[in-house]
């Protein structure tokens, strides 16, 4: 089972891989990489910059009917160390088990179009920021069946986002360590257009800030107790609350939905 909301399982072909873009700043995958070497995980055993590609784990078998599986979480499947013949057996290996859809999330989005994708595998591209939209139009030219967009972590304002030919979008704030708070006026702009446009929106959390609350006084925000509790961040006044604690509910509500294509259920509480 996976904990990431969107997924039922992972599949990690290949570990490792290189900070590209500022939504890698915080990657949560490089502290969990740390964690798995230091418990003497024989599949991470070297640095998180070392790119390397598991043969062994083309030859997995998912058990059940049906489930969704997220490729690589722990990587770039498109990552500029994997050859063009690796990603096309990572694609055979997903298309061979047509009982299962297969997610496949990329920042390197300019690999996109050099590669066929069979119908059961959902292709997505990560858009934290407005400066990395030109990645969406790289997905369109895919044969994908499911064009998705990952708006993780969320650091600014995307401003209009064209989503013709996206069948989802995923957006959420960021969590960990040193992460950065995530306006809600951000995420609502990406809802309104997600439903005008006919798009299903999974909002997945806020992360670890919340906008604090309006009886939050100046005292409480200055007081050197609370200097980790506090920041100012886009004008607004945020309190750090933990992940668990800011949850997911955008103005009172819980987004939660699927492409209509989905086969399988996934984690919406």
């Known amino acids: 089972m996976s904990k990431i909301e969107w997924t039922n399982e992972t599949w990690n072909i290949i570990t490792g891989c290189k900070k590209i873009s500022e939504g890698c700043r915080n990657c949560y995958a490089a502290t969990m990489h740390k964690c798995l070497t230091a418990m003497k995980q024989e599949k991470y055993k070297f640095p998180f910059e070392n790119i390397v590609f598991h043969y062994d784990e083309l030859a997995r078998v998912f058990k059940g009917k049906h489930k969704m599986v997220f490729v690589n979480s722990m990587s770039d499947t498109f990552n500029e160390k994997i050859s063009g013949e690796q990603i096309t057996k990572i694609l ?33 591209v990560t858009v934290e920021n407005a400066q990395h939209k030109n990645r969406i139009d790289y997905l369109r ?53 997600c439903k005008k446009a006919g798009v299903p929106f999974f909002f997945k959390q806020w992360g670890e800030w919340l906008p604090a609350r309006d009886e939050t006084t100046l005292g409480d925000l200055l007081n050197p107790k609370n200097k980790n509790a506090y920041c100012l961040f886009d004008g607004l006044y945020f309190r750090r609350v933990g992940k668990g604690n800011a949850g997911c509910l955008l103005d009172g509500k819980l987004y939660r939905e699927m492409p209509l294509m989905a086969t399988v259920e996934v984690n919406i509480v």
Do not use: M
């Not at 989005?109 to 069979?118: D, I, V």
């Not at 069946?145 to 995923?170: A, M, N, R, T, Y």
């Open 92 to 124: 055979a290996a997903c298309g061979a088990q047509p009982q299962h859809e297969f997610q496949i999330l990329t920042k390197r989005a300019e690999r996109l179009p050099g590669f066929s994708y069979p119908d059961n595998v959902w292709l997505g």
């Open 141 to 193: 030219q895919t044969n994908a069946k499911v064009k998705f967009l990952s708006c993780e972590p969320l650091l600014d304002d995307l401003g209009d986002l064209d989503l013709e030919g996206i069948h989802w979008v995923i957006a959420g704030g960021e969590s960990g360590k040193n992460v950065r708070p995530c306006n809600p006026q951000w995420v609502r702009n990406i809802q309104k257009q």
